[in-house]
């Protein structure tokens, strides 16, 4: 009986070890793709004033180790900087296009990038939050 226990706990625990290393594994995966800006805190301009024609996007290639995406006006991309939760675009050293544009959109988005230091994804992998240490600072749909 001893021996039958035995097995059935370490088996209980070899399937819950296996089940948590891939729920991981498929957190930093939903990363990759296009993801279409829906909130960023912080201006007083209503977020459809800010961003009336284009909302911004990011797009991540993680075989690449790659970001990039558009602010509304002009396009950008760098270096991919993720170690788990944690991420970094103000030394990513990102390239930008510079067409002139019109309003404070692609600006205020911009400098709230640089501001980011970490991520987290929704259980749905739908919905992803840039956080600037415990505050969301902007919101992402997956496209």
Do not use: H
């Amino acid at each position: 009986m001893k021996k039958v226990f035995l097995s059935l706990t370490i088996l209980c625990l070899a399937i819950v070890s296996c089940n948590s290393t891939k729920s991981t594994v498929n957190k930093v995966d939903s990363l990759e793709g296009t993801w279409e800006l829906n909130y960023i805190t912080g201006p007083r301009i209503a977020f459809e004033g800010l961003y009336p024609d284009k909302k911004p996007t990011i797009v991540f290639d993680l075989k690449e180790n790659r970001v990039s995406g558009n602010n509304s006006c002009n396009s950008y991309m760098g270096a991919l900087k993720v170690k788990g939760k944690k991420i970094d675009f103000k030394d990513a050293k990102l390239a930008m296009t510079m067409m002139a544009c019109e309003g404070q959109g692609g600006e205020i988005y911009m400098s709230t990038l640089e501001k980011i230091d970490s991520y987290s994804i929704s259980e749905d992998g739908k919905t992803l939050n840039f956080i600037m240490g415990d505050i969301a600072m902007m919101r992402f749909t997956k496209k």
